[in-house]
C-alpha cells in the first residue's frame, strides 16, 4: 500500500513543495506541544503520591519504602495509560492530517494538468498518463478513507462517548472545588482534552473531507470538456462522478467526525456539567 501514496519529494513544482514542507513543519510542532501539555498533565497527576497527598490509604509494608511504592507506581502508570493514549491520538492525528495531503496533492495536480497557458500546454501523452495516475490515485484516497472508518469506528465511537464524560466531570470540579490545585490539575486537564478532542480528532477528520470535496471544482473547473481528446474528458468525467461521493471520518457509520461533532459535543458537555452544577447546589 505504501507505493500508492504520492511522495511529497515527487513535486517539481518548488512552490508547492516548500508549502508543504511547511505543513510539515507545522504538523510536528504541533505533536510536540500536544506530548509536553501530556506530560504535564501525567506530573500533576503523578506528583500529588510524591507529596503524600492521597485520596485512599493504603497498607504500607516496612520492608517497602513509601517512595519507592511511588515511584513502581507512577511508573506502571505512564507505561500502561499515558503513552499508549498519547501515542494513540498522536497516530491518528498523523494518519488523518497525511491523508488530507495526499488529497491536496491530487488537487494540485489535477489544476497542473489543465491550467497552464496556451504556450505551457503539455503533451497528449503526458496529459493522458498524469489523468490516469490521478484516477487511480483518486480511487486509491478514496478506498483508504473507508479503511480508515473500518478501523477506527468503534475506536472513535467510544472515545467520544468517554471525552464527554470526562470532561464533564472535571469541568464539574474546576467550577465547585475549593482547592487551588485539584482545580488547576482540573483546569488543564480539561484544557488538554478539549486540544486532543478538535485538534487531534475533529479538525484532522474536517481536513479530508475539506480536501476531498474541492476535487470537483479542481477538476471541473480545469475546463477539460473543451480537450480535443475523448481518453481525457472520460477519465475525467469519471473523476467527477467518484468525487459525488461524499468522503467522511464517521464512528459506527453514522456519526461524522468533523467540527460540527466538536461543536455539538462541546454543548453536551456544557451542559451536563451545568446539570451536575445545579444538582450539587440543589442539594
Not at 508543504?20 to 509536553?36: C, D, G, R, V
Not at 517512595?67 to 513502581?72: A, E, G, R
Request: aromatic share 16%; with cysteine.
Amino acid at each position: 500500500m505504501e507505493e500508492n501514496f504520492w511522495k511529497i519529494e515527487e513535486v517539481e513544482n518548488t512552490d508547492v513543495k516548500n508549502t508543504y514542507n511547511k505543513f510539515l513543519n507545522k504538523l510536528k510542532t504541533i505533536l510536540q506541544f500536544f506530548t509536553s501539555l501530556c506530560v504535564f498533565l501525567a506530573v500533576l497527576f503523578i506528583i500529588k503520591g510524591f507529596l503524600g497527598q492521597t485520596i485512599f490509604e493504603t497498607y504500607n509494608p516496612e520492608w517497602f519504602p513509601f517512595y519507592l511504592m511511588v515511584i513502581y507506581q507512577s511508573f506502571t502508570c505512564v507505561m500502561t495509560i499515558s503513552f499508549p493514549v498519547i501515542g494513540t491520538d498522536l497516530f491518528i492525528f498523523t494518519i488523518f492530517l497525511l491523508t488530507s495531503l495526499q488529497f491536496r496533492l491530487l488537487n494540485e495536480e489535477m489544476q497542473d494538468i489543465f491550467g497552464g497557458t496556451e504556450e505551457n500546454n503539455l503533451e497528449q501523452a503526458i496529459i493522458r498518463r498524469r489523468i490516469k495516475r490521478c484516477v487511480r490515485h483518486h480511487i486509491f484516497l478514496k478506498e483508504y478513507v473507508n479503511l480508515l472508518n473500518e478501523t477506527f469506528s468503534e475506536v472513535l465511537f467510544i472515545y467520544n462517548g468517554d471525552i464527554v464524560l470526562s470532561l464533564c466531570v472535571e469541568m464539574y470540579i474546576v467550577s465547585t472545588q475549593n482547592s487551588f490545585q485539584a482545580a488547576v490539575k482540573a483546569a488543564v486537564y480539561v484544557f488538554t482534552g478539549m486540544f486532543q478532542y478538535t485538534v487531534c480528532y475533529c479538525i484532522a477528520a474536517q481536513a479530508i473531507t475539506d480536501e476531498a470535496d474541492k476535487i470537483n471544482n479542481s477538476v471541473y473547473f480545469g475546463k477539460w470538456y473543451e480537450h480535443p481528446d475523448e481518453y481525457v474528458r472520460t477519465a475525467t468525467k469519471l473523476m467527477i462522478a467518484n468525487g459525488q461521493r461524499p468522503v467522511a471520518i464517521t464512528a459506527l457509520g453514522f456519526m461524522k467526525i468533523n467540527l460540527e461533532t466538536c461543536l455539538k459535543t462541546t454543548q453536551t458537555i456544557l451542559s451536563y456539567c451545568m446539570f451536575l452544577r445545579t444538582m450539587g447546589i440543589s442539594q
